[in-house]
């Protein structure tokens, strides 16, 4: 039941194409390895991101494509940036050109989604974190070291 409600999300993308599509179309003609964010802009979600596109190598080989799905598209031009091969370095720039953008979007194998509607997040058991939880020391402590580690941008 929940791959029949999934199926049918629409998404928009790939970055910075504005297309909108069913969320089945991805994974109808490739193998998908599909990441879900809730915001692009989080130095949190970040470092997952910036994990995952470690192993390219290992999803090449498999003959995989890889798919971040985010509920916000804050920082979507970052992430779009590091996934390419040459956009890495400038991944966390506070101010990024045009052509660096479009060159980045041509070169990147992630494909980066916007779901505004947070249902293909929702629909796999997601949740919002309480504000508390932020506060954690080991959350805070991961926070900081991601902001000098990614460009010091809080998006």
């Known amino acids: 039941q929940w791959y029949d409600v999934i199926s049918a999300i629409p998404l928009t993308g790939p970055w910075p194409v504005r297309e909108t599509i069913p969320a089945s179309s991805l994974w109808t003609e490739r193998t998908c390895v599909i990441f879900v964010v809730r915001r692009l802009g989080c130095p949190l979600c970040r470092e997952l991101i910036y994990s995952l596109l470690e192993y390219q190598e290992q ?16 920082g979507m031009e970052d992430i ?16 990024a050109t045009h052509k660096m953008l479009e060159s980045a979007a041509e070169a990147m194998k992630v494909k980066v989604y916007a779901d505004a509607s947070s249902a293909f997040h929702k629909a796999l058991g997601g949740r919002k974190e309480k504000r508390v939880n932020v506060l954690r020391p080991d959350v805070l402590m991961r926070s900081a070291a991601n902001y000098s580690k990614y460009g010091g941008r809080w998006d």
Do not use: P, Y
Request: glycine residues 6%; negative net charge.
């Open 80 to 95: 779009a940036a590091a996934a390419s091969t040459r956009g890495r370095e400038a991944a966390g720039a506070s101010t």
């Open 59 to 74: 999803f090449d080989e498999a003959d995989a494509d890889v798919v971040i799905i985010a509920a916000e598209e804050t």
